[in-house]
């Protein structure tokens, strides 16, 4: 299925290229003149339930409550969340909160933050953001192999965390759904990582939202069949309403009601 997006940064939606956001800024694909609320209000029109609107830094508060008060129940949100506030945006009528940069602590897992997020709102309430990058070993000129290692903190800092089915069956008694961006390829319109989106298919045994590279319907139907049914696709900077030419949004919502 198409997931729909909002992507705020500084308080206005936009599409930024994948791990260039730092403190100076960022690579920026697009900047729209309306407001996270038109499209949250056109993602509950078409009925396009389980988008994320995720916060990249301050100053965007405003814009994201005023999304999920448009379409209450329909969108997660993500940026920032952790066990103090994490109920808060669920009463803001989110349907679940994004975690990622807070479960984990130089690097590594903390589970006890882990664990009080869950007593927090619960495991029905919780996406786990496990983005990350990919990683290829060497020895010599001989290419030994390849592992995707979640990264956080604006995707700059990477942990010791490798995304496989490991990770991936032990994260998913502690959580509804994940989201994963291909980092790598995010932003960039050059199509899928088809590799991670095979495994993932192969791995996750709950449902889990995939973004990163997407630039034709062709991505959407090749997701669909290499992730098995379980993994659906959000489609950022190509797609029309974020300023794109090579998907139609229009497209999107047919292609849904199509697999209803």
Request: hydrophobic letters at 40%; a neutral charge.
């Amino acid at each position: 299925m198409f997931r729909p997006c909002i992507d705020l940064h500084e308080g206005k939606v936009k599409q930024i290229v994948g791990g260039t956001l730092s403190d100076a800024g960022a690579r920026t694909n697009f900047v729209s003149e309306q407001s996270a609320a038109w499209f949250a209000e056109l993602y509950r029109r078409d009925d396009l339930r389980g988008g994320h609107v995720i916060m990249l830094g301050s100053g965007n508060e405003t814009e994201a409550r005023a999304a999920l008060k448009a379409f209450p129940g329909g969108l997660q949100i993500g940026g920032g969340i952790n066990a103090e506030n994490a109920r808060g945006w669920l009463d803001a009528g989110a349907s679940h909160v994004i975690v990622t940069s807070w479960v984990f602590r130089e690097g590594r897992v903390d589970w006890a933050r882990r664990d009080e997020l869950v007593q927090a709102i619960g495991k029905d309430k919780l996406v786990l953001d496990l983005s990350c990058r990919k990683v290829v070993q060497s020895s010599g000129f001989r290419v030994q192999g390849s592992e995707y290692f979640v990264v956080t903190d604006r995707w700059q800092k990477f942990t010791e965390l490798v995304v496989n089915a490991e990770t991936l069956q032990k994260f998913s008694t502690y959580c509804d759904e994940f989201l994963i961006h291909a980092v790598d390829v995010e932003g960039l319109c050059r199509g899928i990582d088809g590799e991670l989106v095979a495994k993932l298919g192969a791995w996750s045994p709950i449902p889990m939202t995939y973004a990163g590279g997407a630039n034709s319907l062709a991505d959407l139907e090749a997701v669909t069949k290499l992730g098995a049914g379980k993994v659906d696709l959000t489609i950022g900077s190509a797609l029309d309403i974020f300023g794109g030419s090579g998907v139609k949004y229009a497209d999107c919502v047919k292609f849904n009601r199509r697999q209803k």
